[in-house]
């Protein structure tokens, strides 16, 4: 079976043939960032020089999306994925016959698991978490009685911290932690000024975090999260 790369969430066109990958193995530390490069090493079979179409949909393919960074996902391995951009300018060599040349590609971040883990937080509950790079999850609560605070404290080897909201929150309002983007919203509409002075964003680490959740009663609340391994 052929090896199959997918950027963009698009395929490899069919015509490019893989001959190696070549993963960096520890990142670099750039900005506080994790780079890293990885390498593809491919042919073409042709007569002469190549298609112009078949140039076309190969341009096409390595451009990603619209933004600078896309999903790259590997071989033999499709359920995560690297943030990545096509960083060198792509020579064919070779003869009329077969081309070869090599795509790389520098990712930033860790990968990423596809699958979102879900979790219901209780008054106190432990969250193992599996992966090797530190997360930062979102946190989702919906309000089933009036309430007018609700507490999150969590507890790890790097956090041991809070956050609170304060305010008037009615049954049925939806408020969710995002600390990807350090924003709030509540009833989808960016809110940070429900979350008190004192509190702070986190993120999980590997092993055990331990969450407690005030007014509980009132309040159901879930963690999501993707895992991320160096």
């Not at 073409?44 to 298609?51: S, W």
């Not at 219901?120 to 790079?133: C, D, F, H, K, P």
């Not at 809070?162 to 408020?175: A, E, P, S, W, Y």
């Amino acid at each position: 079976m052929a090896l199959s790369i997918i950027y963009n969430d698009i395929p490899l066109p069919n015509f490019i043939h893989i001959r190696n990958v070549s993963i960096q193995l520890l990142p670099n530390k750039n900005k506080r960032v994790n780079e890293r490069l990885i390498k593809i090493a491919f042919y073409i079979r042709k007569k002469g020089l190549m298609d112009k179409y078949i140039e076309r949909e190969f341009i096409n393919w390595l451009q990603g999306g619209k933004e600078e960074y896309s999903k790259l996902s590997l071989p033999n391995d499709h359920s995560s994925y690297y943030s990545a951009k096509v960083d060198n300018t792509i020579d064919i060599d070779g003869t009329f016959k077969k081309g070869e040349g090599t795509i790389e590609f520098l990712c930033i971040g860790n990968k990423i698991e596809e699958d979102i883990n879900s979790v219901a937080l209780n008054s106190n509950r432990e969250v193992y978490y599996s992966g090797t790079a530190d997360v930062k999850p979102k946190i989702k609560i919906r309000v089933s009685s009036q309430v007018s605070e609700i507490k999150i404290g969590i507890q790890n080897n790097s956090y041991n911290n809070f956050i609170k909201l304060v305010g008037n929150f009615n049954q049925n309002d939806t408020i969710e932690v995002n600390m990807a983007t350090n924003k709030i919203t509540k009833n989808g509409i960016v809110d940070l000024t429900i979350m008190s002075l004192d509190s702070y964003f986190h993120r999980l680490v590997p092993g055990e975090n331990i969450y407690t959740i005030s007014n509980s009663n009132k309040c159901s609340v879930t963690l999501e999260w993707q895992n991320e391994f160096l």
